[in-house]
């Protein structure tokens, strides 16, 4: 069981405080999708990688083939992969609207799923997959007591997350809007806050 003073984090937004300590996390905001004693997992949302691009992806799993992608409208791609972690960066997930499920779809909350399958990539690709969507390799991993840990020690600020947030493109104004949620001026803050 998660201590008292750390009810569940599953469905949150963890934004990086400044001076955190770990430069692959700075100014990131992750959505946390699992969090017990045994540990806390989430995805960055406003990392979004250069390479691979989401159509060269498709084709390097065969769900599509070369002359397919030239085929498919401009916009069958918009969405951007992102750097969801360091932890096993070269497996996929995708966090989507409800409006997508099979049987490894996980619900993280009321609005959010979790799937990673090659059937949610097919279903993105033809069009026929989630109306909502943030594609992204690797995750962020914390074991036991390491997240709550980072907190205590001023790492991370938590707010209530905002599908808005989440799946939108504006991945430069993520980490400011999800500040704004708390009522935090991302000017005024230090990485000494908290601390005497």
């Not at 065969?62 to 070269?90: N, W, Y």
């Not at 907190?151 to 980490?175: C, P």
Request: net charge negative; proline share 4%; glycine share 10%.
């Amino acid at each position: 069981m998660i201590a008292k003073s750390f009810p569940s984090l599953c469905g949150k937004f963890l934004i990086a405080m400044p001076g955190m300590g770990d430069a692959r996390f700075d100014k990131t905001v992750i959505y946390i999708c699992a969090h017990s004693d045994e540990g806390a997992m989430g995805f960055i949302i406003n990392q979004v990688l250069d390479s691979p691009k989401v159509s060269d992806f498709f084709c390097q799993l065969e769900i599509i083939s070369e002359e397919e992608r030239h085929e498919l409208p401009q916009d069958a791609f918009k969405t951007m992969m992102h750097c969801g972690g360091p932890v096993e960066p070269g497996r996929g997930f995708v966090l989507h609207s409800p409006d997508f499920t099979s049987e490894s779809t996980v619900e993280v909350n009321g609005d959010v799923r979790l799937t990673a399958t090659l059937e949610i990539l097919r279903a993105i690709a033809t069009g026929k997959g989630p109306k909502s969507c943030l594609m992204a390799l690797g995750y962020s991993g914390w074991s036991a007591g390491q997240l709550e840990d980072e907190i205590v020690s001023n790492g991370w600020l938590i707010a209530d997350a905002e599908d808005s947030i989440i799946y939108d493109q504006k991945n430069d104004t993520k980490y400011t809007r999800s500040l704004k949620l708390l009522g935090v001026d991302e000017a005024l803050l230090s990485s000494n806050s908290g601390h005497a």
